[in-house]
Nanobody, 126 residues
Framework: VQLQASGGGHLQPGGSLRLSCAASGVSFRDYAIGWFRQAPGKEREAVTCISRGGGSTTHYADSVQGRFTISRDNAKNTAYLQMDRLKPEDTAVYYC???????????????????WGQGTQVTVSS
């Protein structure tokens, strides 16, 4: 199983960015996907997650609710994180991960995820 996160960059506050998480070696549609982030000196925190299959269930951290949107394209084995109205406090390394333990929802608990991508840096500053 391999996960490749991409799309990070450096942008000004208020801008938008879309991250991608490409998966290989796994039946992608069968698993929930989560996005997490880790800022310097801080613990890795959950950003959002989407359930398996059609992704009917999503959850968001309060800090990103209404600004970030998670989605998935099972035909492309890819999940996305659309980030709008970015703030300096969104600066972090963003990781995607697969959860092979849940079936009908998705978890915001990082301990539930057992396969992780390598991370992509997002820096928001003026």
């Amino acid at each position: 199983v391999q996960l490749q996160a991409s799309g990070g960059g450096h942008l000004q506050p208020g801008g938008s960015l879309r991250l991608s998480c490409a998966a290989s070696g796994v039946s992608f549609r069968d698993y929930a996907i989560g996005w997490f982030r880790q800022a310097p000196g801080k613990e890795r925190e959950a950003v959002t997650c989407i359930s398996r299959g059609g992704g009917s269930t999503t959850h968001y951290a309060d800090s990103v609710q209404g600004r970030f949107t998670i989605s998935r394209d099972n035909a492309k084995n890819t999940a996305y994180l659309q980030m709008d109205r970015l703030k300096p406090e969104d600066t972090a390394v963003y990781y995607c991960a697969i959860d092979r333990t849940v079936f009908y929802h998705c978890s915001m608990d990082r301990e539930s995820y057992d396969k992780w991508g390598q991370g992509t840096q997002v820096t928001v500053s003026s």
